[in-house]
């Protein structure tokens, strides 16, 4: 099994920047993903890394660091419409199969 | 336009009834997944299914049952056997998780089951 921690709640201002960390623990890593979920809404794909560093996607990046089971999604000039839970997810092989374990989410709060 | 569809958006169901969630997909993908959410929880996998008419238990499978006849479809069913079946309930696809390849799953938009 694994265990993927993030955080319950981050609050930000519209035009900052808030990096949402997530830590994970596995036995046959094969990648992680963020995943973006309004309320009520369908979870969609955010990002995707497989090796270490940093991906950038617009305002958008995310950062992995398999040797410390890291990872942080980062949402730069932050937008109203950013208010979402932030959904980390990793792809596990050690059970042939490669199902995806989710956290539990971090809600993200901007503010005028 | 591609896409996975799920009905009803809600649904109402007495105890002790049987209760059918309907996904379909037209994406061509291979692997269907359904997921349940609860508040303050992360996605939890029911069942999935890599091929038509192959489908395996997920992390929480006990009181649902689910088909694969179609590529395009897979119903999950809520029994009554299932003992908080109160959720946000998703349904998902992808091209092909046999392969070890890290590919995305994409959502369809939940089906909200409440029992009364």
């Known amino acids: 099994g694994q265990n993927i921690d993030q955080p319950t709640e981050m609050t930000a201002t519209e035009g900052a920047i808030v990096q949402i960390n997530c830590t994970y623990q596995t036995s046959g890593f094969n990648g992680l993903f963020w995943y973006q979920q309004h309320a009520g809404e369908a979870p969609t794909f955010l990002s995707y890394n497989v090796l270490d560093g940093l991906e950038e996607k617009g305002r958008f990046s995310s950062f992995l660091s398999r040797s410390k089971g890291y990872s942080y999604l980062l949402l730069k000039e932050l937008q109203m419409k950013d208010s979402a839970s932030y959904l980390c997810a990793v792809r596990d092989l050690s059970d042939s199969w490669g199902k995806l374990q989710f956290g539990a989410g971090t809600q993200v709060v901007v503010t005028p | 336009d591609g896409g996975i569809t799920q009905s009803p958006k809600y649904l109402f169901r007495k105890e002790g009834q049987n209760v059918t969630l309907s996904c379909e997909q037209n994406?061509?993908?291979?692997?269907m997944y359904w997921y349940r959410q609860d508040p303050g929880q992360g996605l939890r996998l029911i069942y999935y299914s890599q091929i038509v008419n192959d489908f395996q238990k997920g992390d929480i499978a006990e009181g649902y049952s689910v088909s694969r006849e179609k590529k395009e479809s897979f119903p999950l069913t809520v029994t009554s056997a299932q003992k908080n079946p109160t959720a946000f309930y998703l349904c998902?696809?992808?091209?092909?998780?046999?392969?070890?390849?890290?590919?995305?799953?994409?959502f369809g938009p939940g089906t909200r089951l409440t029992v009364l």
């Open positions: 998902a696809s992808s091209i092909d998780s046999s392969s070890g390849l890290a590919d995305e799953q994409f």
């Open positions: 994406l061509n993908h291979d692997a």
